[in-house]
């Protein structure tokens, strides 16, 4: 691809990422100003200054930005291939959990970077059974993730499985044990991953 292009290529990247990340924000503001059921598409359009038609380029509706992924999993994820190991996991149960707490770990304090918004988040995922039943779909996705990523670092299928149900039910009780403060998630998901192992 010759330069031209790659500078083309790489101002619509920025454009769409701005697109997108200005139709999250809106969404999310008229989300705390009116309430989820209060906002339609056409208002997080209109607050985004876009169409209605570039929404649907991002998202299949509103519930779907309530969890966009901002691509911090991927960031986590792609970080956990990154870091040398002695060898592949294969059946080794505290090799796969000492790479799924890493994970773990990590991603909780990038989510609840901002705790004023993950509190937010929460409260609306909570109070609507809609969100609340994506939220646990979208949960089962992240187990999902952790198993491809021990099976990729070399775990056999059982120690793969197992390790990223594991980490999904530290992330389940630590959040139970810090009441959902977000100042106190990441701390209580690390007291889990230290009383497994």
């Known amino acids: 691809m010759d330069r ?4 083309e290529s ?20 008229l989300f705390a100003e009116r309430g989820f059921e209060g906002v339609t598409v056409s208002d997080i359009a209109e607050r985004a200054e876009v169409g209605r038609a ?10 779907e930005v309530v969890f966009a992924d901002t691509g911090e999993l991927q960031e986590v ?22 790479l799924v707490r890493a994970v773990v770990v990590s991603y909780m304090a990038r ?14 995922v909570a109070s609507h059974p809609e969100l609340w039943a994506r939220s ?7 187990a999902e993730a952790l198993r491809d990523l021990l ?8 120690t793969a499985a197992l390790g990223a149900e594991m980490g999904l039910a530290a992330f389940y009780a630590g959040r139970a044990i810090a009441g ?16 497994l192992s």
């Open 77 to 98: 994820l792609a970080e956990a291939l990154e870091v040398p190991g002695s060898g592949p996991i294969g059946d080794s149960l505290p090799a796969a959990l000492a």
């Open 136 to 142: 646990l779909t979208k949960q089962r996705q992240y």
């Open 54 to 63: 570039t929404f649907f380029r991002y998202f299949g509706d509103k519930q």
């Open 180 to 195: 959902d403060d977000p100042v106190l998630l990441s701390s209580a998901v690390e007291s889990v991953f230290d009383r």
């Open 10 to 29: 790489s101002l619509r990247e920025r454009k769409q990422r701005r697109a997108r990340e200005a139709i999250i924000e809106a969404a999310h503001g």
């Open 151 to 158: 099976a990729g670092k070399g775990a056999n299928a059982e």
């Open 111 to 124: 989510l609840t970077a901002d705790p004023d918004a993950y509190a937010r988040h929460e409260r609306l």
């Open 4 to 7: 031209g292009r790659q500078a």
